[in-house]
């Protein structure tokens, strides 16, 4: 995606809502390096002064050119209601906060405080369900090699980032000066896989593969779908496992 395009987006939002536009917010692969035009979105994160049914229609005929070229629709807030809801977006927030380019306006995000006391009961949800959808779009999908390592390639992301933020909800407060650092530096995809690897003791490798293929670095012919994609979901099963008792482990004191 041509930062053209998104330049040319963001001036049509600004002329569509005016003053009662804040902030427009890259984030995600394209803020971070990771972008790869096949797999990757652009992810653009909106802040309006008030975002009510009148502000959704004006907006509107922009956001849906923009969705018919492929895009996933803007994120949009009202600038004061996503600071009310840091709290339960506390993944979200901390990547965002801690890689985002902004487009339009003001730096909104960084004064921003992520509140991080239910930060790791969403990590244990996002996991659970994480690993609910990779079955349930195995058991929708042909079986085929194909539709197997698709099924991969489009999940890693999401899995990267969720075993990021396993790794910080693990780190035990005031025991680990390498916390706020964690939370402040967007880990890479392979990084953030090898942290929580090292903690958990699970094999890395499966993840590496998939990476290696989204990244046009293997090529999917030479892989084996059906043998990756059993380490791919053991070590994924194994994870959200040993999340859930370390994290409850903990609650007990």
């Known amino acids: 995606m041509s930062d053209e395009a998104v330049a040319e987006f963001v001036k049509r939002l600004a002329e569509a809502a005016g003053s009662n536009l804040l902030s427009v917010n890259l984030y995600g692969s394209s803020a971070t390096g990771e972008f790869h035009a096949k797999h990757s979105d652009v992810n653009l994160l909106c802040l309006f002064e ?3 049914a009148e502000t959704l229609a004006r907006i509107n005929p922009v956001t849906q050119k923009w969705a018919r070229k492929g895009h996933p ?5 009202a600038a004061d209601e996503l600071a009310r809801a840091a709290d339960v977006f506390a993944i979200e927030l901390v990547d965002i906060k801690a890689s985002h380019r902004v487009l339009y306006g003001s730096d909104l995000l960084a004064s921003i405080d992520v509140p991080m006391a239910l930060h790791h009961l969403e990590v244990e949800r996002e ?3 994480a690993l609910v959808r990779l079955r349930e779009h195995y058991l929708a999908g042909d079986g085929s090699r194909k539709t197997v390592l698709g099924l991969m390639t489009a999940s890693i992301s999401s899995v990267a980032v ?3 933020h396993a790794a910080i909800a693990l780190e035990v407060p005031g025991e680990s000066a390498a916390l706020s650092e964690m939370m402040k530096q967007p880990l890479r995809k392979r990084e953030a896989v090898d942290r929580l690897a090292s903690m958990l003791d699970f094999d890395a490798r499966p993840f590496h593969a ?3 293929m989204r990244e046009g670095k293997a090529a999917p012919r030479d892989v084996d779908a059906g043998d990756l994609f059993r380490q791919y979901l053991a070590a994924i099963t194994q994870v959200v496992h040993e999340v859930d008792r370390r994290l409850e482990e903990r609650s007990r004191g």
């Open 210 to 212: 998939v990476l290696d």
């Open 127 to 129: 996991l659970r369900q």
């Open 50 to 52: 008030r975002l009510d």
């Open 73 to 77: 629709a803007p994120l949009v807030f």
């Open 162 to 164: 969720l075993f990021r």
